[in-house]
């Protein structure tokens, strides 16, 4: 590896992880909600129901305050609450339809318009080596901050 490209890849992807969170804070202004509610939607889209303690792990929270926020959420028309199929003591966390519909009017123009303005600039083989660094880089940041987890946090 050419020490030049080293060198560029860290700013690279600062710079992409600045423009998501600038997009992202951008989404949740046009959905009303904060960033901790948008993560938690982000969850929630992505799959067939999520129970409130899946999202407490995930987004570091406690269960008390994923209810309020689930709550809070609710009330948007952003999520409803199902029966757990298998517990009848617990629930699954769903997103409506009305948050499809506005994560779509949202981030659609945004995900048409990839495939002309990126995706079409690489090659296949290209694409291939851009996705093998992202699941590297992705997992090398997971397992760092599972141990920025286990830290205390400060105290001053």
């Known amino acids: 590896m050419s020490s030049d490209i080293a060198a560029?890849?860290?700013?690279?992807?600062?710079?992409?992880?600045?423009?998501?969170s600038d997009f992202d804070r951008e989404v949740a202004r046009v959905l009303g909600v904060g960033s901790t509610d948008l993560a938690c939607l982000e969850l929630v889209l992505g799959a067939d129901g999520v129970s409130p303690r899946d999202v407490a792990t995930a987004l570091g929270l406690t269960t008390?305050?994923?209810?309020?926020?689930?709550?809070?959420?609710?009330?948007?028309?952003?999520?409803?609450?199902?029966?757990?199929?298998?517990?009848?003591?617990?629930?699954?966390?769903?997103a409506t339809p009305r948050l499809t519909e506005r994560v779509g009017a949202a981030m659609g123009p945004m995900l048409a318009s990839a495939g002309a303005d990126v995706l079409e600039r690489f090659t296949d083989d290209e694409l291939a080596?851009?996705?093998?660094?992202?699941?590297?880089?992705?997992?090398?940041?997971?397992?760092?901050?599972?141990?920025?987890?286990?830290?205390p946090p400060a105290v001053d």
């Open 64 to 94: 008390g305050s994923v209810t309020t926020m689930v709550d809070r959420l609710e009330k948007r028309g952003y999520v409803t609450r199902h029966p757990h199929p298998d517990d009848g003591r617990k629930v699954l966390v769903r």
């Open 8 to 20: 560029e890849v860290g700013p690279a992807v600062q710079a992409y992880q600045v423009s998501v």
């Open 129 to 151: 080596a851009v996705v093998r660094f992202m699941r590297v880089a992705a997992a090398h940041q997971a397992a760092h901050t599972v141990l920025l987890r286990a830290e």
